[in-house]
């Protein structure tokens, strides 16, 4: 299994961008999966989680700013970030739990400034 990010770089705050995570050994649509960020000093943070139900939970400091979407046609998962702001910066992990088993990406950079 793996699953690869792409998409982070740097912006000034109020600005865009779109990350993107491609699976490959799992189906997404059929996995609990989502993003999480790194930050230094804080750890492993969840930004949004989709349950393999559909259900949708985002962090608070995240809701009506980003939005989970899939394309299961190319077994992708992205995550579109809007109003960045400076606490957004942080490394964005991809993860799947997919039959009790867990998966990560190795994260992609978002700087914002």
């Known amino acids: 299994v793996q699953l690869v990010e792409s998409g982070g770089g740097s912006v000034q705050a109020g600005g865009s961008l779109k990350l993107s995570c491609v699976a490959s050994?799992?189906?997404?649509?059929?996995?609990?999966r989502g993003w999480y960020r790194q930050a230094p000093g804080n750890g492993n943070e969840l930004v949004v989680v989709w349950s393999s139900s559909g259900i949708l939970r985002y962090a608070d400091s995240v809701q009506g700013r980003f939005t989970i979407s899939q394309d299961n046609a190319k077994n992708t998962l992205y995550l579109q970030m809007n109003s960045l702001k400076t606490e957004d910066t942080g490394v964005y992990v991809c993860?799947?739990?997919?039959?009790?088993?867990?998966?990560w990406g190795q994260g992609t950079q978002v700087t914002v400034s």
């Open positions: 050994g799992i189906i997404f649509s059929s996995c609990g």
């Open positions: 993860a799947a739990l997919c039959s009790g088993s867990r998966y």
